[in-house]
């Protein structure tokens, strides 16, 4: 784990101008500090932000050498044992020196907020060969009113904030899989009786109610387990939330989006169906016994596209362009890929196209 | 409600069927007859319903295409609205079941457009708590 490292936003836009390793990583951060300006301003919404976190690395990991020279420096968990020399011209606050190779300088400082440690690389320079010009002096000059400017700014501030969030609603996620999962165990062990979880927000609101009832049938002497899922939101307030959280359930228990049927309940309450497969089943009695998930298991994961399905030519080609989903022919929604002739073909659709007249 | 089983319709009263919408002009009883006659020959067995026609609870599920057990959930919440014959069985009028399975639709394609863009709903989620 180690503390974490950060550059902040000016260092990495204005002093780190060149030499990048893949220069690609300086468009994005440039990118990425216009967007954490106007997100401090609250001109834009944090999801614009996140949208620009997933194209990048970690801004410890942006590929200049400088950078990573500092990441590799201050991995540790603490500085026992580790010796910095610090700038001592600069009085107000303990800066250290960081290099890379006889040319990159960087001053580095180690900031506590809430008994975290982050390590923040504040400012650099380049030393130019045989320039009496040294980065060190120069950062102290202009240090002398105070480095205040040069510590992290609203716009780290908030840059930091986002991916946090983005980390608890990982965790979220996976808290949602398990209740999912424990719920079901219970609704299987309890036929014919539903079974109630209340779902809360990544903020511990009150999200949603989960309802699962299990009713076991026998058809021709085979037992099915049907499973119906209620989610009844408590309000109207979270909708994406809402929508995330009937993902992650239905995909905790069947990956497969074809197994799942949806219906609207009452207000904006919607039921899941499907029939219950053992690896379902036994997923849960695993979860329930344990109440721990597998360390491989990626809440919210669906198996897209493993079928072929048929539908009408034009209707695709729209689709495919808008990223919409049409209908098959057997029924299915989905949303189309370019890849489908590679796919096994969906066997009801398959059916029900040698049955219609050309 | 009556059910056009289409294993028991021989080609030739198809036939005959072809020939009468072929009279008729271009219109909804044209297209209608027609759809009925492609069904057929498609060997699919084909509904037909009035209106007026209530409908019971079995006859819904297979129409909306989902289980009994999912239906009863489905009236219970009130979200399709139905009403008592007798001492208890449930009937179902035929515009609620046609407007009820237009949003159930509808909520079937914003599904699978959630799994498909997951990233981009995953964002958006973000902008709903501190």
Known sequence: MGRSRRVTLRCATEDLAFDWTNPADLGNVTLLRELAQKAVGGDIPDSVVRKQLRLMP???????????????????????????????????RQWFKQTYSARWR????????????????????????????????????RCQAGSGAYLPSDEDI???????????????????????????????????????????????????????????????????????IELVPVGW???????LTAGIVTSAIDPQPEAWRCAPL??????????????????????????????????????LGTVAHYSHRDHIAYASVHGEAIRAMCGHWFVPTTDHETKPKCATCQEQYANTPL | MPKLDASNVPT????????????LPDGALRTTLENISLALRGGQNTFVVSEKEDLTPSEAAKLLGVS???LYKILDSGALAHHIVGARDRR???PDLIAYRARMLAMQKRHAEDLAHADDLEDLALDEFD
């Open chain 1, 58 to 92: 970690p801004l410890s990991q942006l590929r200049h050498p400088l950078i990573l020279a500092f990441d590799d420096q201050f991995a540790g968990d603490d500085d026992a044992g580790t010796l910095r020399e610090t700038i001592s011209a600069v009085k107000d």
């Open chain 1, 158 to 228: 908030a840059v930091r904030r986002i991916e946090v969030n983005v980390a608890r609603l990982d965790s979220w996620k996976l808290q949602v899989h398990l209740t999912a999962l424990v719920l079901l165990d219970a609704a299987v062990n309890n036929p014919e009786n539903t079974q109630d979880a209340i779902v809360l927000s990544p903020d511990s609101i009150e999200l949603l109610r989960m309802s699962m009832t299990v009713v076991h049938s026998d058809v021709g002497g085979v037992t099915t387990h049907e499973l119906v």
């Open chain 1, 237 to 243: 307030e979270y909708p994406r939330l809402c929508r």
């Open chain 2, 12 to 23: 030739t009263e198809i036939a005959v069927l072809e020939s009468a919408f072929h009279q």
């Open chain 1, 106 to 141: 960087g001053a580095a400082i180690v900031l506590k907020d809430d008994d975290k440690e982050t390590a923040w690389l504040g400012a650099s320079g380049y030393h130019r060969q045989g320039s009496p010009e040294d980065f060190y002096e120069e950062f102290a000059r």
């Open chain 1, 266 to 303: 009452l207000d904006n309450a919607e039921s899941h169906w499907t029939v219950l497969t053992e690896e379902a089943m036994s997923a849960a009695r695993a979860a329930a016994d344990s109440g721990e998930l597998a360390a491989d298991v990626r809440p919210g994961e669906v198996r």
């Open chain 2, 92 to 94: 179902i009028a035929v």
């Open chain 2, 68 to 70: 009994r057990t999912h």
